[in-house]
């Protein structure tokens, strides 16, 4: 078993499955962002402003192929429904869960009878509920507020009156506020996750008849 330092050994943890969901959180709002300007392009120049403007996009295969990608965002950050295991966060618990019995330093009195990950045990983490919110509502919040200002972005950038390049402005705008707040809600998530399972695996390491009495 490694010594390291927690915080360091849980920062790169954590850093490592923040980068591989950065990736493809800015993959994703990048191709809605795509989607969401050829629907301007297609239908919504022609429309008067306001709540048509949002109706003439809404109708086009572009926009919608926009929301698709930030419905399949979702369902890769924390799997299609509620009582999935699967998803990029979920995979990361799994990761998580089996890399903790390696990180403590328990001595070998106190252990329990061959203290190591199993199926059980990462199922366990992989469908954790923290602080008492499930993980897919919890990434589904922020996507929908996402979804929610490409609605505003794109009736503002499809007015009349908004040139090309203020359209794209627009756009770029909600592209970067988005991206960074889906980004911080599952950084919160991931480092939740290390720490709630790391010091689960910590109890499951200890031999039972060592638990305090509550």
Request: hydrophobic content about 45%; cysteine-free; proline content about 4%.
């Amino acid at each position: 078993m490694t010594h390291a330092d927690p915080d360091s050994v849980r920062v790169a943890a954590v850093g490592q499955w923040s980068v591989k969901a950065a990736r493809l959180i800015d993959a994703r709002i990048g191709d809605a962002r795509a989607h969401a300007w050829n629907a301007i392009t297609q239908r919504v120049a022609t429309a008067p402003d306001g709540r048509k403007t949002w109706r003439q996009a809404a109708l086009t295969r572009s926009y919608q192929a926009a929301v698709k990608r930030l419905d399949e965002l979702a369902d890769e950050l924390a799997g299609p429904h509620k009582l999935s295991l699967s998803g990029l966060v979920r995979d990361a618990r799994a990761a998580f869960y089996r890399d903790s019995f390696n990180h403590w330093a328990i001595p070998a009195e106190l252990l329990a009878p061959d203290p190591r990950p199993t199926k059980a045990g990462e199922r366990a983490a992989r469908g954790l509920v923290i602080h008492g919110f499930n993980l897919r509502d919890e990434v589904a919040d922020v996507i929908d507020a996402a979804a929610r200002g490409l609605q505003a972005a794109v009736t503002v950038a499809g007015g009349r009156n908004t040139t090309d390049d203020q359209a794209r402005a627009i756009l770029d705008g909600w592209d970067s506020q988005k991206a960074h707040a889906i980004k911080q809600r599952v950084d919160g998530l991931l480092t939740d996750s290390y720490v709630a399972i790391y010091n689960l695996v910590g109890r499951e390491m200890v031999d039972p008849k060592f638990y305090a009495e509550d």
